[in-house]
């Protein structure tokens, strides 16, 4: 028979798989024989729940998204906003919004890339355990959450955690934009490749992003900002080596955090 151990990482590989909910109303034994379930039947097509529908296209997701992410003044109406809006089918599969957290009037703004399992349940960015990192890695640059924004590209998890499609990056991304607009920070940090790649509109990867500095903009801000990207913290778990790269991105945030103002930002 495993061992308590065994068990308890095999759970934990389930979890990181994207295998964190219950199906059945009550546990199995899967150490007894038992007889096997014949599979139901599936439902017949008139009685199978139909998805709230969506828009046909990424181009006219982006339209209306860059529409109703336009009126919002406020952190609030952007919120009521991305509640109101059906343009992303992810929202249809997820437990809830997950819009961001800290301080909206911060210097710095931090953009991950996706939700998970403990951020879907609790509608917060980062509060699993690669948020309890990043955490952790901030606050050894004297950083956290009453001192910093952060928010991801997408405002809901994709099932199983996969990687977000391009239709969902589309949907969401006028809001991410608006967002880093509404709470104008003085330096934009990108979590993780896919939101660096998004938001700077690059092809590289995140090895050849990080540790340089970029000058980003969108349309609805009123003044470029220096930008730069680091290593997703869930990277940083299964590849522990990269750690020293990524406390000397801490240091050259920290560095350029505290010169803002005294020079333009590097191209």
């Not at 997950?98 to 939700?115: H, L, Y």
């Not at 590289?204 to 970029?214: D, H, P, Q």
């Not at 009123?222 to 778990?237: D, G, K, N, V």
Request: glycine share 8%; with cysteine.
């Amino acid at each position: 028979m495993p061992s308590t151990w065994d068990l308890a990482q095999l759970l934990r590989w389930q979890m990181e798989a994207g295998a964190d909910e219950a199906i059945l109303a009550t546990p199995v034994d899967r150490f007894q024989a038992v007889a096997p379930v014949a599979a139901a039947a599936p439902p017949p097509p008139a009685v199978r729940p139909r998805a709230a529908p969506i828009l046909s296209s990424p181009a006219a997701v982006n339209e209306t998204a860059q529409h109703a992410a336009a009126q919002a003044k406020t952190l609030d109406e952007l919120r009521a906003a991305l509640d109101a809006f059906d343009g992303c089918a992810l929202k249809q599969t997820a437990t809830n919004l997950v819009f961001g957290d800290g301080n909206p009037a911060a210097r710095i703004m931090f953009v991950g890339e996706a939700p998970g399992a403990d951020e879907d349940r609790r509608g917060l960015p980062f509060v699993g355990v690669s948020g309890q990192l990043l955490d952790r890695m901030l606050g050894w640059i004297d950083l956290n959450r009453e001192t910093f924004f952060i928010t991801n590209m997408l405002f809901w998890r994709p099932p199983g955690n996969r990687q977000p499609t391009p239709g969902e990056v589309a949907a969401c991304l006028p809001f991410v934009e608006r967002m880093i607009s509404l709470v104008d920070p003085e330096l934009l940090v990108m979590v993780g490749g896919s939101s660096a790649k998004s938001l700077l509109g690059k092809s590289e990867g995140i090895k050849r992003l990080r540790g340089r500095w970029f000058t980003y903009e969108n349309a609805f801000m009123a003044r470029p900002i220096p930008a730069t990207a680091i290593y997703h913290p869930a990277y940083l778990l299964r590849s522990p080596a990269e750690k020293r790269a990524a406390w000397q991105d801490l240091l050259a945030i920290r560095e350029k955090l505290d010169g803002l103002g005294e020079s333009t930002p590097e191209q």
